[in-house]
C-alpha cells in the first residue's frame, strides 16, 4: 500500500517570500503520479499541480514549481511571490499508473500574513 | 458553470436518521468518487464509478449505499447515521477511470447531533 507523509503540520511565511512544503511517499510501484491539492477556508479542494512519475523534468504553474526526487520519493512544493490568497490546507497526494484512486498526506496548513 | 455540485452543503441530522447527498457533474466525466474529510482534515476515498457501475468500496460500512442513475450523477444515501458519520463529504470526478486528475465538488458537512 502507498503512504503520503507531510511532515509539516503548519507553517507561515509573509506576503512575497518564497515556501516550501514537503511531502514523501512510499510505493514499490515505478509509474505513478503525484498531486498537490490546495484547500481553503472556502473548503474547495482545487489541483495545483501534477507530475508524471516517468518524467524528470519538475512541473511548473506560474508561480508554483514542484522539486520531484525520485530516488528519494520526494515532492515538494515551492510557492514564490506568496499571496494573501494561498492560505490554505495543502493536500500531496499519490496515484498509481492504471489507477484514479487518490492517496493524500495529512495537510499543511500555509497561513500567509502580510 | 459548476463542474462539480454537491446538495446539500450543510446537512445537520440527528443520529439513527437516514440521509442523502447528491452529487451532479457537468464535464461529461466517465468516472465518479466519494471521499471522506474527518474532524483532522485527513480525505481516504470511499467510493469509485466508472460508467455507472462500482468499481471501488474501501471498506465502507454498508449502511452507506452510492448510486449512480447515469455517469453524470453519483449519490450517496447514509442509513442509521452514527456520530462517527460525522464529517465532510466530498464528490469528484475524472475523465476516465485511470491516470487522470481529480475535479471535485465544494463538499458537504455532515453534523450528527
Known amino acids: 500500500a502507498q503512504t503520503v507523509t507531510q511532515s509539516q503540520p503548519e507553517m507561515s511565511v509573509q506576503e512575497a517570500e518564497t515556501v516550501t512544503l514537503s511531502c514523501t511517499y512510499d510505493?514499490?510501484?515505478?509509474?505513478?503520479?503525484l498531486f498537490w491539492y490546495k484547500q481553503p477556508p472556502s473548503r474547495q479542494m482545487i489541483l495545483v499541480i501534477r507530475?508524471?512519475?516517468?518524467?524528470?523534468q519538475n512541473a511548473t504553474e506560474n508561480r508554483f514549481s514542484v522539486n520531484f526526487q525520485k530516488a528519494a520519493k520526494s515532492f515538494s512544493l515551492k510557492i514564490s511571490d506568496s499571496q494573501l490568497g494561498d492560505t490554505a490546507m495543502y493536500f500531496c497526494?499519490?496515484?498509481?499508473?492504471?489507477?484514479?484512486?487518490?492517496?493524500f498526506g495529512k495537510g499543511t496548513m500555509l497561513l500567509v500574513s502580510p | 458553470d459548476t463542474a462539480v455540485s454537491q446538495t446539500p452543503k450543510y446537512l445537520v441530522t440527528q443520529m439513527g436518521n437516514d440521509k442523502s447527498i447528491k452529487c451532479e457533474q457537468n464535464?461529461?466525466?466517465?468516472?465518479m468518487y466519494w471521499y471522506k474529510q474527518d474532524s483532522k482534515k485527513f480525505l481516504k476515498i470511499m467510493f469509485s464509478?466508472?460508467?455507472?457501475?462500482?468499481?471501488i468500496n474501501e471498506t465502507v460500512p454498508n449502511r452507506f449505499s452510492p448510486k449512480s442513475p447515469d455517469k453524470a450523477h453519483l449519490n450517496l444515501h447514509i442509513n442509521s447515521l452514527e456520530l462517527g458519520d460525522s464529517a465532510v463529504y466530498f464528490c469528484?470526478?475524472?475523465?476516465?477511470?485511470?491516470?487522470?486528475?481529480?475535479?471535485f465538488g465544494d463538499g458537504t458537512r455532515l453534523s450528527i447531533l
Open positions: 469528484a470526478s475524472s475523465h476516465t477511470f485511470t491516470n487522470q486528475p481529480q475535479h
Open positions: 510505493t514499490s510501484e515505478n509509474n505513478y503520479y
Open positions: 507530475q508524471e512519475a516517468y518524467k524528470q
Open positions: 497526494a499519490f496515484m498509481m499508473r492504471g489507477y484514479s484512486t487518490l492517496t
Open positions: 464535464l461529461g466525466h466517465d468516472t
Open positions: 464509478y466508472n460508467n455507472k457501475e462500482l468499481i
